[in-house]
């Protein structure tokens, strides 16, 4: 998929350089952590790029109905995604849309793949943990 | 139905009203097309 069909690219405008959170956003690691929400909604955008209702459907369906957003909760998370880069709204609709135009397509960002994988890693940090102290019942997968 | 759908997405639009302006107008026409997606699930499935 072509890069020119985002409304933002991956430059820096010399206003994103800045500001001081610019810094932190450039390193991953460093992005204070996700909210599981915030972390799902990166988890669907991984996968593919979905307008809204994708990714609240998305969402259900990958976690098995025990996580439902809100409309609301969604939009505010995609707002403050899009503020800190790690998501993008894309300019074009896929070619196979034939939906209400009023959509609109979200894609993760180089960034935010970043941010995702890096919250991944923390996670299963977590989990080593807790698989050292015999807290998880579940095997871990292959 | 219809009655009910236009009530409903009558007292959605107006809730959505309460949000601020600019979250309104960047995404209210947006949100507005998913609340009317989960009623025609939640239609479909009864």
């Known amino acids: 998929m072509a890069l020119y069909d985002v409304v933002c690219d991956d430059r820096m405008s010399p206003l994103q350089e800045q500001n001081p959170l610019s810094a932190i956003q450039n390193n991953p690691e460093q992005h204070e952590p996700l909210t599981p929400a915030m972390f799902h909604v990166l988890l669907a955008l991984a996968g593919d790029d979905l307008h809204g209702y994708a990714i609240l459907k998305e969402v259900g369906l990958r976690t098995g109905g025990k996580v439902k957003l809100s409309t609301g ?21 896929p070619a196979d849309a034939n939906d ?18 890096a919250e991944a890693e923390r996670m299963d940090e977590v989990l080593s943990i807790a698989r050292a102290r015999n807290l998880l019942k579940k095997p871990r997968p292959a | 139905m219809d009655a009910q759908d236009s009530r409903a997405a009558r007292f959605y639009r107006a809730l959505l009203r309460l949000l601020p302006f600019d979250f309104r107008g960047d995404f209210g026409p947006e949100m507005e097309t998913v609340f009317h997606e989960l009623r025609k699930e939640a239609g479909r499935h009864g």
């Open chain 1, 73 to 93: 909760t969604l939009y505010g998370i995609i707002k403050r995604l899009l503020a800190d880069g790690l998501i993008v709204e894309r300019r074009s609709r």
């Open chain 1, 100 to 117: 209400d135009e009023r959509r609109r397509y979200y894609r993760l960002t180089p960034q935010g793949r970043e941010v995702a994988a």
